[in-house]
Structures are given as C-alpha cells and as structure tokens.
C-alpha cells in the first residue's frame, strides 16, 4: 500500500482555538496540517499568514506543516514561512515569474517545494521541472474556500500527473485538494493520488478520529 497521508485543512478549522483544534486532529491521527496561504489577491478570500505558522510551532506541533500558498507574488513568503517552520510549501507557477529559481529557494531555505494546479491549468509548467519538485498538488476545486463540490475532471488529471510521476522515476508526492470526503478519497486514491487534504469533512465533524479513520478503511481497499 503506498503510503497515504492524510492533511487536514485548517482552513475549516475553528480559528479562534486553532492549536487545540490541530492538536486535536493530529491526535485523532491526521499525518500533516494542510495551512491554506490567501492574500485576497491571487484568490478573492483572506487567511493566515508566517505568524500563525510560527505560533503553530511554538504551541508545540511537530507535525509536517504543508503551506500552500495561494499568494502573487510567491518568493517573499517563501523566505517568511520556510523561518517559521513550514515543511512543504508548494505555489501556483502563475504566481512566480520564475518557477525553477522559485523552487531553488524553498529547498535553499531547507524545505520541501511543490507546484499546484488549478482545476483548469495543464500540467506543461511542472515537466521541466520534476527533479525540484517534492510534490504536485492539484486543485480538485477551484480555490479560495472550503466546502466546495469535488471537480470530477480532476481524476483524470489525477491519472496524467500520475503517469508523469511514475515516469520520471522521481520521488514525488501526488496531493488533492477540494472536496475530498470518506466517500470519495477510495476513487481519488485509485486515479493515483498519495496525499489527501480534506478540510471541512473532517472539521465540520464532531469526531475527527472517526472520519480519518474511515477515510484509512476506504484507503486500505484500493
Ligand atoms: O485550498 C483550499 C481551498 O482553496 C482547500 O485546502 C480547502 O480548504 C479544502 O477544503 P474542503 O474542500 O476539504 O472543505
């Protein structure tokens, strides 16, 4: 089985007791904290930014951070979120003029880096570039905000990123983002997706435990 991981976005997460809450879900056995980056500028919506990051740290969370950024212009937070103990940052190659010196920051600043792909967007920006990318992350919804239908189309996108991948020989993880629930994540696993953010399936529940152990049951099936 290969290895799933499974990254709650804290977007749906209750802002206001934010390190109880991603306390709560890694012990409810979530891998990494998905923290969804929107400056009201590449996306019509406002979140969080390096502080929080840092904060997350300093309450004690040791977790892999995975900071997607949905920000234009990308290189400056690069630099803020890799001091404040991100993991993986991964950005829209839309959004940095030059996506390969992009990508050489974040692993110069000890990071992992990745590209995301709007539902719309082809995969041709990430072909030149696979030996610098640590992941690829596709947008099964458009982004901005949680909550949203899953974009079927994005299976088959997920089934061409997975072809790249596998025949690049590369190490690269393969993330969805959108829409993700315990009745669909079996599907998304089988077009080939490794790496599964879900944020409001899981906030929006009672019980995190309860979900992410259901998505894991629906994962060992594939
Ligand atoms: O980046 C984004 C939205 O832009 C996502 O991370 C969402 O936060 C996922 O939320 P759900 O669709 O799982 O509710």
Not at 24 to 44: E, I, K, Q, R, S
Request: with cysteine; net charge negative; aromatic share 6%.
């Amino acid at each position: 089985m290969p290895d799933y991981k499974i990254a709650p976005s804290i977007l749906s997460a209750d802002f206001a007791r934010l390190g109880e809450e991603v306390d709560n879900v890694l012990a409810a056995g979530a891998d990494w904290v998905h923290f969804d980056v929107m400056d009201n500028h590449y996306v019509p919506n406002l979140t969080i930014g390096p502080m929080v990051c840092k904060a997350l740290r300093n309450h004690g969370v040791e977790a892999p951070i995975d900071v997607h950024l949905m920000v234009d212009p990308v290189d400056d937070m690069i630099r803020m979120f890799a001091d404040a103990g991100a993991s993986y940052i991964t950005f829209h190659p839309e959004a940095s003029r030059h996506v390969d010196r992009s990508l050489q920051l974040i692993h110069s600043l000890g990071c992992k880096a990745g590209l995301v792909f709007n539902p719309a967007s082809s995969l041709d920006a990430a072909k030149y570039v696979l030996d610098k990318l640590d992941m690829i992350l596709l947008m099964s919804v458009n982004p901005g905000f949680g909550g949203q239908k899953f974009i079927p189309a994005t299976l088959d996108k997920l089934k061409e990123a997975r072809k790249l991948i596998d025949d690049s020989g590369l190490d690269i993880r393969l993330e969805i983002d959108g829409g993700v629930t315990r009745d669909n994540i079996r599907e998304i696993a089988q077009a080939g997706a490794d790496s599964f953010v879900a944020g409001s399936a899981i906030f929006n529940q009672d019980d995190y435990a309860e979900v992410i152990n259901a998505m894991r049951a629906e994962l060992a099936q594939v």
